[in-house]
């Protein structure tokens, strides 16, 4: 089976260890505990007739990606990039944090998600995805568990048609 | 019997004459050079004989490139060799590190052994019997008797062998006496302490080299892609230390690719599991 590191980053508190747990345990809570450093956990995910084991490290919050240390970056052959879109603030600097991620990983496939969609009305969501400089790949929920398989089966079948 | 000449006849006659004369000189005239030609078509035809007449100005012109070759290319070559070191830096160190590794940790070895054989010979002198060596050694080391015996009486084992990717922390190889919860989230996680302690440190060149969690040890000896983990149970002296980063030198170099791909495939990760439960 191909093994694959993925990076989940993004601002603080935008829902990255809910996403991780969600994704890993399939389960949530709603009290906060800021991650420090890094968290690594495995999740094997089928994709059609394949495999894929997928090395998942839950990065800590920074307010920019040159924040976060390189050497947690390298190797990575996916990138989650979380933002939450009940917060603007987690989301003004997105291109200037996409541009530096782009540019130290160029080959990794890169998914962008708004995620806490449940705190959101469809009007505010469309309202949201409209400001944002650059196309939101999907909309998620870790709390409802809406769209979190789907993001990691999209992301599945991204690399493994690059493996 | 007569025949009658026609006009048109009378006119052909003397240009067939003619053309008849041209060809005849052309013969003649032509003769040596066609004779010429036929011989080097034979020569040509002939390996043998084309060969013998080709081998010697080869030759010559071989020697004079030899001779000439350092002072003609030169500059060429420095280019050409000093551009694909840089091109292929990576390989290069994956091949030197070991070897490099393996030569300065040689010369420690051996300065250490001559100090330690200097000591041991002025000891030797003054004291015969090993509990007064011991005494005498705890006393040098500061520390007391009963820990250099119950030392002698400890007996560290290698419980697992992990190689591992170093930026992305995937499992190369892996080797345990036991079964182990989850082997690629202990890679990850190993990964991402060591790149912790040495970003929050940031000094060059330095490397997390020992863990210590209770009475195991977490041994590691970095490499340039990657790094081999040795999880230990019991205490590690300098000596064993030494010894056992000798042992995963040895095996970078024998047994590790000289080049990494991005991927570890399925048949590489047996291959190196199955060369590391040969090695410990």
């Known amino acids: 089976m191909i093994s694959k590191k993925v990076i989940l980053t993004g601002n603080f508190g935008v829902g990255k260890t809910s996403l991780f747990n969600r994704f890993v345990y399939d389960r949530f809570s709603d009290k906060y505990l800021t991650t420090i450093g890094v968290k690594v956990n495995k999740k094997v995910i089928g994709v059609d007739d394949e495999e894929l084991s997928v090395l998942l490290w839950d990065i800590a919050g920074e307010v920019s990606q040159d924040k976060v240390p390189i050497s947690y970056f390298l190797g990575a052959a996916g990138i989650i990039y979380v933002f939450d879109m009940s917060r603007p603030l987690t989301f003004k600097e997105i291109k200037k944090d996409l541009d530096y991620l782009t540019e130290l990983l160029p080959d990794s496939v890169i998914k962008i998600v708004g995620n806490k969609k449940d705190l959101l009305t469809q009007e505010e969501m469309n309202h949201v995805l409209a400001e944002?400089?650059?196309?939101?790949?999907?909309t998620t929920s870790a709390k409802t568990g809406e769209n979190v398989e789907e993001l990691f089966s999209q992301l599945g079948r991204l690399l493994l048609e690059r493996a | 019997?007569?025949?009658?000449?026609?006009?048109?006849?009378?006119?052909?006659?003397?240009?067939?004459?003619?053309?008849?004369?041209?060809?005849?000189?052309?013969?003649?005239?032509?003769?040596?050079?066609?004779e010429d030609i036929a011989d080097i078509k034979a020569h040509f035809d002939d390996n043998e004989k084309l060969a013998e007449r080709i081998n010697p100005i080869i030759e010559i012109h071989v020697e004079s490139m030899k001779r000439k070759f350092p002072r003609e290319y030169q500059k060429q070559v420095e280019r050409i060799v000093e551009r694909k070191i840089k091109a292929s830096q990576d390989e290069l160190l994956d091949v030197v590190y070991p070897v490099m590794g393996k030569m300065v940790r040689k010369y420690v070895n051996h300065q250490f052994l001559s100090l330690k054989e200097g000591l041991d010979d002025r000891l030797g002198q003054l004291f015969s019997f090993k509990g007064w060596y011991n005494r005498i050694k705890a006393m040098v080391m500061g520390v007391d008797e009963s820990e250099i015996l119950l030392r002698d009486l400890d007996h560290t084992s290698i419980e697992e062998v992990f190689i591992i990717q170093r930026d992305s922390g995937l499992l190369m190889g892996h080797f345990s006496r036991n079964e182990t919860i989850d082997r690629d989230v202990i890679a990850g996680m190993l990964t991402a302490i060591k790149s912790f302690v040495e970003d929050a440190f940031s000094k060059e060149r330095q490397e997390l080299e020992l863990i210590d969690y209770g009475t195991y040890k977490i041994f590691i000896q970095s490499f340039h892609l990657y790094y081999i983990s040795v999880i230990l149970d019991g205490s590690i002296s300098s000596a064993e230390k030494d010894a056992l980063s000798a042992k995963l030198l040895d095996f970078a170099e024998k047994e590790m690719p000289n080049t990494l791909a991005n991927d570890v495939s399925p048949s590489d990760y047996e291959t190196l599991s199955m060369q590391l439960s040969k090695y410990f």
């Not at chain 2, 009658?4 to 013969?27: A, F, V, W, Y």
């Open chain 2, 1 to 34: 019997m007569t025949t009658e000449k026609s006009p048109q006849n009378l006119g052909n006659e003397p240009n067939k004459n003619e053309d008849l004369m041209l060809s005849m000189i052309r013969e003649i005239l032509l003769k040596e050079d066609r």
């Open chain 1, 132 to 138: 944002l400089p650059m196309e939101c790949n999907i």
